[in-house]
């Protein structure tokens, strides 16, 4: 099966700067996607941006970007001019080739004014 | 498009009570899931439908458990002989796979399911 792991349990950056959130899988496989997603109180399961695993282009989103690194099956967040909007759990998801999702334990972003 | 949709939003219960819980998706979605997550972790694969196929299940999913999806519109889950240990949220996400040829999918999720059983 497959495993995300999410290493920063917690995390705070000041507004208007950057932060990275990094995330780590453990797959086989050779073609698949990841995913990163936005869980603020609401509880609502919010889509950051996604990655597919053939493209060796980093994936972008306006303040939002990955830095994608298949060998080392690393794939961390990067979120440029903090907003306090960005304040959320953020989850790092992995869906395999049955398409099932697989996410990590989740990173609490503060973002301070 | 209204998203997904969860019913009810919480959910209080004794131990030992039956509770189900109702899940609509994206209109022209195929695919059904129903993930659990508990405090600080990330949600948890509980089983999924294709239309009204139930094709997997979690070994989380105990006999308590049991989902359907008629017709391949709506979906339930019900819990039988709730225990303190069911408390958790149960999200409910959909997708449309269109494309076999490359896996596109998004996943959408509803707002979610908080369970308390008491």
């Known amino acids: 099966a497959q495993t995300v792991t999410q290493s920063q349990p917690e995390m705070s950056v000041q507004e208007a700067e950057t932060v990275t959130l990094s995330c780590t899988y453990d797959?086989?496989?050779?073609?698949?996607?990841l995913f990163w997603y936005k869980q603020p109180p609401s509880r609502q399961m919010i889509l950051v941006i996604r990655?597919?695993?053939?493209?060796?282009q980093n994936a972008t989103e306006n303040r939002f970007s990955v830095n994608f690194q298949k060998a080392a099956k690393s794939f961390s967040l990067k979120i440029s001019d903090s907003q306090l909007g960005d304040a959320a759990m953020y989850f790092c998801?992995?869906?395999?080739?049955?398409?099932?999702?697989?996410f990590g334990s989740g990173t609490k972003l503060n973002v301070k004014p | 498009d209204t998203g997904v949709s969860q019913n009810p939003r919480h959910k209080i219960t004794k131990r030992g009570q039956n509770v189900t819980f109702r899940c609509d998706p994206i209109?022209?979605?195929?695919?059904l899931y129903w993930y659990r997550q508990t405090l600080g972790q990330g949600p948890e694969f509980l089983t999924y439908?294709?239309?009204?196929?139930?094709?997997?299940k979690s070994r989380l999913l105990s006999d308590r458990f049991s989902a359907e999806r008629p017709k391949g519109s709506f979906s339930t889950l019900e819990i039988q002989r709730t225990e303190q240990g069911d408390s958790a949220m149960y999200l409910c996400?959909?997708?449309?796979?269109?494309?076999?040829?490359?896996?596109?999918?998004?996943?959408?999720f509803g707002s979610g399911t908080q369970l308390s059983v008491l």
């Open positions: 439908f294709q239309n009204e196929a139930q094709l997997e």
């Open positions: 998801a992995y869906r395999d080739e049955f398409n099932k999702f697989y």
């Open positions: 996400a959909s997708s449309a796979t269109r494309d076999r040829g490359r896996k596109n999918e998004k996943l959408f």
């Open positions: 990655q597919e695993a053939y493209k060796q």
């Open positions: 797959t086989s496989e050779s073609d698949y996607y």
């Open positions: 209109s022209e979605h195929n695919r």
